[in-house]
């Protein structure tokens, strides 16, 4: 399995990291585009890929994925070669701003096209991938792409217009997350527990809430009423946090990622 880049930035790189982790994709068997930048250089000697220079090269692989900024989408996909585009080989963007419409402009309307919203969780195979696909894909060809991206994480199928609050949801809220473990750590830190200690308790405590929601598929409400017995601490907890206005930041944290 030969899968092409598009740059390895900070996703595509993240994208890279879980396909090698999964250990269904070789590192060498990643082909990528990436300039002559420094950085592609350095993740090369680091990740083990295979750095190419000729587009041709592209012509061996199963999927293709460009995973550049908005502005590089179409020019990159412009100079595809004549023996990438005959095969049709399918083609992940996972550039927000630049839609199935607009690449199918330049490639045909039935070249196998899909839109996909990644998170960095993906270079640990816990990835959320929302997902749009063009109009005329094939079973075949949309088999292949969910194949190799499930190897990423969790699929989401979505329409198009929605990839949006998708990518802000699961894209932005690692960092949502991560700040809360980082203010957690702090609160422990305040109550005499060292820094790593904290740290590692915030983010087990995480992992295992949110693995519990998964499993039970119970209600957030439910659970958390579950840990919130009448006149304890955790109701106590949660009260604080309304009284600060907590779910409203975080609502307010995702409209600013909208605008």
């Known amino acids: 399995m030969k899968i092409g880049f598009f740059g390895a930035g900070h996703m595509g790189t993240a994208m890279i990291q879980g396909f090698i982790a999964s250990g269904k994709v070789q590192p060498e068997n990643i082909l990528v585009k990436g300039g002559r930048s420094k950085t592609a250089a350095n993740r090369q000697k680091e990740l083990g890929f295979t750095l190419i220079d000729q587009l041709e090269d592209l012509a061996e692989t199963s999927l293709l994925i ?4 908005p502005a590089a989408v179409l020019p990159i996909i412009q100079s595809l070669p004549a023996a990438v585009i005959e095969k049709k080989i399918p083609l992940v963007s996972v550039a927000a701003g630049v839609d199935l419409a607009e690449m199918a402009e330049v490639l045909g309307k039935d070249y196998p096209l899909s839109h996909c919203i990644p998170n960095t969780p993906v270079s640990v195979n816990e990835g959320v ?12 060809d949309k088999e292949t792409i969910d194949q190799r991206l499930q190897l990423l994480g969790t699929l989401v199928e ?11 949801v699961a894209g932005c809220g690692p960092a949502f997350v991560d700040l809360f473990i980082e203010a957690l750590s702090d609160a422990g830190v305040f109550y005499g527990l060292n820094r790593d200690l904290s740290y590692q308790i915030a983010q087990q405590m995480i992992k295992g809430a949110a693995e519990l929601a998964l499993q039970s598929k119970k209600h957030p409400g439910e659970l958390k009423d579950g840990v919130a017995t009448p006149g304890g601490t955790t109701i106590k907890g949660v009260v604080a946090l309304e009284k600060y206005g907590f779910r409203n930041a975080v609502i307010e944290g995702v409209k600013g990622t909208m605008e």
Request: glycine share 12%.
């Open 66 to 69: 460009v995973a550049v900024n």
């Open 129 to 140: 991938l929302g997902i749009s696909y063009s109009e005329q894909l094939t079973t075949d």
């Open 158 to 168: 979505i329409d198009e217009p929605l990839l949006g609050i998708v990518g802000s």
